[in-house]
């Protein structure tokens, strides 16, 4: 597995209280602090919701180091970062002699996309849930420690809660035995493999845990447990800096013509590769360039779009690729360069060709001489034209087309090619 440089510290809620407490206040965690928070609250012995809580608890952390969230690599094709969650809990009763519990971790909603994903070879988030996890009892009269197996964790996806089996038999006749749960998650290494980033806090301000311990089966309700005990919270409103990235959609620059030979833009994410794309997400490719620092592009030497063409810009990373970015071609008004032609004299019967200074304006083509009009062919994305030299009656040979473009107001000025029967 990927390790983070140094150990990083999230900080798990310790919602572990006996019984519902009327105008119970809300903890809440600083990750940029050191020491711990108790969330102990004064409570009295219930069952609720089929739920037997046996602690009251504290969570405590050390200094974090993960306060920009987890950590990306330079060409952020691999994120680092070990979530830790620590939980100490005393019982509030005498427990059957040789009874076990369960632990149960209650994970923000942010996180659920990425824990219910499946690898190509069947891992899973719990698949990252590294085996120095362990569950603690130091004053319990048999064995004290349990390092969790995969086989002691589960998930339950409907309340999106990991459900640790604690397998120590406890005995304490009296009650007030510490009970202490320390699970390390290789969160970064998770999302590297599982491909899901961690999104934004929801509520744009923390990510919210809850965790309790109990003696049976049935799963916590957590509606019940949660507002009336001590939450806990991370204050970020950003852990994966890879969502914010993969999210980034590159702007364009306005307004582009349909003279303009480079586009610019910008909104893209350092070091992405922006490609532009016409018509539509899955159109021809018009051009590509790398993002700056800033985020800013230029894409250059591009072939002169229609008016009417709608741009597609995308954004790729080893994070994927992420769109779209849109503009419209509109028309540039001002008078259009005179028609570049492949050759000033040509053979009678063969064609003029040549290209357009600003794609869907028209080519007019008139006989210098006598003032016939001859057709002009349009190729699909008006940008060049053809002209069939066999219109030319042979009698008026040699002779000279006068070739220009206008936009419907301005008209360029002329290219004259000369057309002449071959001896």
């Known amino acids: 597995m990927i390790k983070s440089s140094k150990l990083v510290n999230l900080v798990l809620v310790s919602s572990t209280v006996l019984g519902m407490v009327a105008n119970a206040s809300m903890a809440s965690v600083n990750a940029a602090s050191n020491g711990s928070t108790d969330v102990t609250q004064t409570s009295k012995i219930a069952n609720r919701g089929g739920i037997n809580v ?3 608890g504290a969570t405590t952390f050390e200094g974090s180091n993960m306060l920009e969230g987890v950590k990306l690599s330079n060409d952020f094709s691999l994120t680092s970062g070990t979530l830790q969650i620590n939980y100490t809990g005393t019982t509030q009763y005498s427990l059957t002699i040789g009874e076990k519990t369960k632990t149960f971790v209650s994970m923000p909603e942010e996180f659920k996309p990425l824990m219910q994903k499946t690898t190509a070879d069947g891992k899973t988030f719990l698949d990252y849930i590294e085996d120095s996890s362990y ?14 197996q995969r086989s002691d964790i589960s998930y339950d996806s409907a309340t999106n809660t990991l ?12 009650g007030g035995e510490t009970l202490e749960a320390h699970i390390f998650v290789d969160l970064g290494q998770a999302i590297t493999d599982l491909g899901e980033r961690i999104p934004d806090a929801y509520n744009h301000s923390n ?16 509606n019940i447990i949660g507002d009336a005990e001590a ?6 409103d950003k852990l994966d800096k890879g969502w ?31 490609t532009i794309r016409a018509n539509s997400e899955n159109g021809p490719v018009v051009g590509t360039a790398i993002a700056g620092a800033n985020g800013t592009y230029i894409i250059k030497n591009i072939t002169k779009q229609k008016a009417g063409t709608v741009l597609y810009a995308e954004q790729t990373t080893a994070l994927g690729t992420k769109g779209y ?10 008078k259009p360069a005179a028609p570049v032609v492949d050759n000033k004299k040509v053979v009678w019967g063969n064609q003029i060709s040549g290209k357009i200074d600003i794609p869907g304006d028209t080519i007019q083509a008139i006989n210098g001489m006598n003032g016939n009009v001859y057709k002009v062919e349009i190729s699909a994305d008006g940008t060049s034209f053809t002209i069939d030299t066999s219109q030319v009656d042979k009698s008026d040979l040699p002779t000279n087309i ?16 000369l057309v002449y029967q071959n001896a």
Request: charged share 20%; hydrophobic share 30%; no cysteine.
């Open 207 to 222: 990510y919210k845990f809850q965790s309790t311990v109990v003696t049976d089966d049935s799963l916590p309700d957590w």
């Open 244 to 274: 914010t990235i993969v999210n980034q959609i590159p702007t364009i620059s306005e307004p582009v013509t349909d003279t303009d030979t480079e586009i610019i833009g910008g909104n893209a994410p350092a070091g992405s590769t922006v």
């Open 135 to 148: 569950f603690y009892a130091p004053n319990n009269l048999g064995e004290k420690k349990h390092t969790y």
């Open 231 to 236: 939450d806990g919270f991370i204050n970020w």
């Open 325 to 334: 970015g849109k503009a419209t071609v509109v028309h540039n008004n001002s």
């Open 163 to 174: 459900i640790f089996q604690n397998q120590v038999s406890l005995n304490n006749l009296l």
């Open 402 to 417: 006068e070739i220009t473009e206008t936009n419907g107001e301005l008209v360029s000025d002329k290219t004259t090619v």
């Open 54 to 56: 046996i602690t009251k």
